[in-house]
């Protein structure tokens, strides 16, 4: 069996392991340190890792995780699971998607042992993470008052991601090319696939998306051959491309359709109106498709991204 060392450490066959990485101190002194479980089958197979919280803010991703932790819903009979149900502490403890400093760890990689604090976390996460694993699911939501369906995000020319993404089968698949800098993209330049899931908003619990990310999670585990039983395939729907209608008008906002509602290309599937009742602008859908995020926000500026559609 090959050899798995995490911060010095050697996880051996059979082995569950806590391991805390010291990051840096808070301006308190206060030591802040990346905590990373880790659960090793007797039997050699793929290692996986299940992240959430690169975004500091985005908390379904984090319970989701620490929900599997927590209930030993997931024990892998073969190969190793990784979980890091947090690992932008700072961002979680400011309720911020970002760092002290405004830097977005997702943009730093493959980062430096001298840079920022977003470089030198992706700094450990380049050298003392991806090297050992073979696949990640990587827990994510929409921004604040942007809600997000449950949905899977891979770059399509990624075979093996696709693949992955299938099994994991939760409502939508989303075509969504590797951006620059990001963990998913310093992975796949190692040959290695991240998964992204979507689901919720940020500071905002949704135990619906927290659930599908669980579930997703099992079904994609169990086509890894990784943990006994049988997990039911869920049908999904492949979206090529997205993109959002956006508000013409300033004014107050009001949805016609819900998260994942199928829409036909000049459906009314909004309203904007303004507080006194002299203005009423219907909003119309410019294509055919299923709404995959949704503004949850009942005061817009014109410009403002309102219904994210999925066009298949």
């Known amino acids: 069996m090959k050899e798995m060392v995490i911060n010095g450490i050697r996880i051996r066959p ?22 990373v479980f880790i ?24 319970v989701a995780v620490r929900k599997m932790l927590e209930e030993e819903i997931i024990v892998p ?26 830097r977005d760890l997702n943009r730093s990689f493959p980062g430096s042992k001298k840079g920022s604090l977003a470089s030198q976390i992706a700094f ?34 990624d075979k093996r991601g ?5 099994a994991f089968g939760t409502h939508f698949i989303l075509n969504s090319p590797h951006i620059d800098k990001s963990f998913r993209k310093e992975a796949y330049k190692r040959r290695k696939h991240i998964l992204v899931y979507e689901g919720g908003e940020s500071m905002r619990l949704d135990d619906y998306a927290v659930e599908e990310a669980i579930l997703g999670t099992k079904r994609m585990l169990n086509y890894l051959d990784m943990l006994p039983g049988e997990v039911l395939s869920k049908p999904t729907i492949m979206i090529k491309e997205s993109s959002w209608v956006r508000a013409k008008v300033s004014g107050i906002f009001s949805s016609n359709v819900k998260l994942g509602d199928e829409v036909k290309k000049g459906q009314i599937i909004a309203k904007i109106t303004d507080p006194y ?8 859908a410019t294509n055919n498709g299923h709404v995959v995020g949704l503004n949850n926000n009942p005061v817009v500026n014109a410009g403002d991204a309102i219904v994210h559609v999925g066009r298949v």
Request: glycine share 10%; proline share 7%.
């Open 14 to 35: 059979g082995q569950s392991l806590n391991i805390d990485i010291a990051i840096a101190r808070l301006p308190t002194h206060t030591l802040i340190d990346l905590p």
């Open 39 to 62: 659960k090793r089958a007797k039997e050699d197979g793929p290692v996986v890792l299940i992240s959430g919280g690169i975004h500091g803010d985005e908390i379904n991703g984090i």
């Open 77 to 102: 009979t073969k190969g190793t699971i990784i979980f890091m149900p947090l690992v932008n502490v700072y961002g979680f403890l400011s309720s911020s998607r970002t760092f002290p400093d405004g």
């Open 124 to 157: 450990i996460l380049s050298n003392e993470i991806i090297p050992i694993i073979d696949y990640g699911i990587d827990f994510h939501t929409g921004g604040r008052m942007l809600s997000n369906f449950p949905q899977v995000r891979v770059d399509y020319k």
């Open 162 to 166: 696709l693949e992955l993404a299938n």
């Open 277 to 284: 009742g002299q203005v009423k602008v219907p909003v119309k």
